[in-house]
Antibody, heavy 119, light 112 residues
Framework: QVQLVESGGDLVKPGGSLRLSCTAS????????MSWIRQTPGKGLEWLSH????????YYADSVKGRFTISRDNAKNSLYLQMNSLRVEDTAVFYC????????????WGQGTMVTVSP | DTVVTQTPLSLSVTPGQSASISCKST???????????LYWYLQKPGQPPQLLIY???NRFSGVPDRFSGSGSGTDFTLKISRVETDDVGIYYC?????????FGQGTRVEIK
């Protein structure tokens, strides 16, 4: 079935780095835009970044611009989020999500991976 | 940024009754394409959000017709008719017209 599975979440110290992965199955990954979204108890759901189907168009929220890098490998049906200079306030559950073609809506979400940034 | 504000923040509903959630945006969500980029999601306990409604009023695949969306411009409503126990969770609206795409604070729905 159509599925997204995130991995890579961990406990890391402030200033550290982490790379999240999202593996897709059940659909033609290379046809779809993809996004990363995070969720915290305090700030709720926050869209972070999205990447076009071919990877040529990329956008970031200001809160992560310059620190996070989104990428994809269509041959491996995989989406990535490289996170550098992590801050305590980056602590969250991180979701990858698939876009509906022609919409900015997310129709499929992964189960999420927890990132904790703590001294 | 476009701010999306939901009301109420929590709702307690008797099974079989109806519930409505309002979502207001600080800018029009009508795109030049003619689409209105407003979406509704439901996050059930322990699960990621799931898409309920796209384009204001289009139910996503598998979503019961008890869920309906309406509105235009900056004001939108999600209505849940004949609420069932399975409808508990947090409902979010989201705007997709301006980056960064933003979500409302969420409306927690519980069953009486």
């Amino acid at each position: 079935q159509v599925q997204l599975v995130e991995s890579g979440g961990d406990l890391v110290k402030p200033g550290g780095s982490l790379r999240l992965s999202c593996t897709a199955s059940g659909f033609t990954f290379s046809d779809y835009y993809m996004s990363w979204i995070r969720q915290t108890p305090g700030k709720g759901l926050e869209w972070l970044s999205h990447i076009s189907d071919g990877g040529s168009a990329i956008y970031y929220a200001d809160s992560v611009k310059g620190r996070f890098t989104i990428s994809r490998d269509n041959a491996k049906n995989s989406l990535y989020l490289q996170m550098n200079s992590l801050r305590v306030e980056d602590t969250a559950v991180f979701y990858c999500a698939k876009h509906i073609i022609g919409e900015t809506a997310f129709d499929i979400w992964g189960q999420g991976t927890m990132v904790t940034v703590s001294p | 940024d476009t701010v999306v504000t939901q009301t109420p923040l929590s709702l307690s509903v008797t099974p079989g009754q109806s519930a409505s959630i309002s979502c207001k945006s600080t800018r029009s969500l009508l795109h030049s394409s003619g689409k209105t980029l407003l979406y509704w999601y439901l996050q059930k306990p322990g699960q990621p959000p799931q898409l309920l409604i796209y384009g204001v009023s289009n139910r996503f695949s598998g979503v019961p017709d008890r869920f309906s969306g309406s509105g235009s411009g900056t004001d939108f409503t999600l209505k849940i008719s004949r609420v069932e126990t399975d409808d508990v969770g947090i409902y979010y609206c989201m705007q997709g017209i301006q980056l960064p795409w933003t979500f409302g604070q969420g409306t927690r729905v519980e069953i009486k």
